[in-house]
């Protein structure tokens, strides 16, 4: 994927970034919303959301864990957009809490996977979110940068 930046300096590459991060704070809401409320989630593609999302590994302490990742995905949209405006030092802080966000998702599918025995839906599409925010941010100056190398 290679960074399309206009000469005024705007990346269309940060801006789909930010529309992407909009799907992940959509479900990050609704999952928080869910909690607070006590509501139970339908799962329509596969079964385990209850499992999931009342086991231990749910919650950071009193705080959902799908609050964290709206407040992530939140700061996500921002920076994205400041960096789609041009803006050098926000995409470096972008890359840092995608990676810390792609490390912990990493955790939570293990968790999912090896310690919990069942998957969320709405867990996975977060999953699916992160990784695909991380590709499109670390890959779009990947083209650039291997012609570069190659001289």
Known sequence: MTNTTTRSGFSWTY???AL???IGLADAIYLTVQHIT???LRCTVISGCSEVLSSPYAQAGPVPLAAVGAAAYFVVFSLAILAAF????VRLWLKILLGIMFLTTL???YLQAFVIHHFCQYCLLSA???ITLTLIVF???LPK????WCG
Request: aromatic share 8%.
């Open 15 to 17: 801006l789909i970034a």
């Open 20 to 22: 992407v991060s909009l």
């Open 38 to 40: 006590g509501a139970s």
């Open 86 to 89: 041009g803006y050098p030092l």
């Open 107 to 109: 955790w939570l599918l």
């Open 128 to 130: 699916a979110v992160t």
């Open 139 to 141: 890959l779009s100056n």
């Open 145 to 148: 940068r291997l012609c570069d």
